[in-house]
């Protein structure tokens, strides 16, 4: 999703909102991969304080991932704060090497990729189909919440 940031480039205390959709590619994340069921929702806004531009909204999406236990399909509901400062090449605005500000050129501003890292940034550890989710037997592989498998439970001590 591109931006119009001319405006607000050169006028400080200048503001403006975004709404819109954002395509993110899928994620792989702790050797799962996610994938999106639909463009991510942005609603963002932006201002122009003291020559950095800071960018701040909410974002909302449908994510396709599996149970982490049983592995099968779900469809989870994911909403991310959006907050970075942006900082224009040709600003002669100073920073200190531990600010965190992305510098970019140009007047268009594709922010795919700040929503992309949002996302992963708040991605639970893992997803589950239920709380009480048994998982599937090691030795055969049969989803454990559909019943026993009748394999020998008992292990003995190497």
């Known amino acids: 999703m591109f931006i119009d940031l001319s405006n607000l480039i050169k006028n400080i205390g200048e503001e403006k909102s975004f709404r819109g959709e954002s395509v993110v590619e899928d994620i792989r994340f702790m050797g799962e991969l996610i994938s999106f069921a639909e463009p991510v929702k942005v609603d963002i806004t932006v201002k122009n304080v003291g020559g950095v531009l800071c960018l701040s909204g909410r974002?909302?999406?449908?994510?396709?991932?599996?149970?982490?236990?049983?592995?099968?399909?779900?469809?989870?509901?994911?909403?991310?704060?959006?907050?970075?400062?942006?900082?224009?090449?040709?600003?002669?605005?100073?920073?200190?090497?531990?600010?965190d500000v992305i510098v970019f050129s140009g007047y268009r501003f594709d922010?795919?990729?700040?929503?992309?890292?949002?996302?992963?940034?708040?991605?639970?550890?893992?997803?589950?189909?239920?709380?009480?989710?048994?998982?599937?037997?090691?030795?055969?592989?049969?989803?454990?919440?559909?019943?026993?498998?009748?394999?020998?439970?008992?292990?003995?001590?190497?």
């Open 59 to 99: 974002g909302q999406c449908k994510v396709l991932v599996s149970c982490g236990r049983c592995g099968k399909p779900l469809t989870e509901d994911l909403e991310f704060e959006i907050e970075e400062s942006l900082l224009y090449e040709g600003s002669n605005v100073e920073i200190n090497d531990d600010e």
């Open 111 to 158: 922010i795919d990729e700040i929503v992309a890292n949002d996302i992963f940034m708040n991605l639970p550890i893992r997803y589950l189909c239920k709380e009480d989710c048994k998982g599937v037997c090691p030795k055969c592989g049969k989803d454990l919440n559909e019943g026993d498998c009748g394999c020998d439970k008992q292990q003995t001590d190497p």
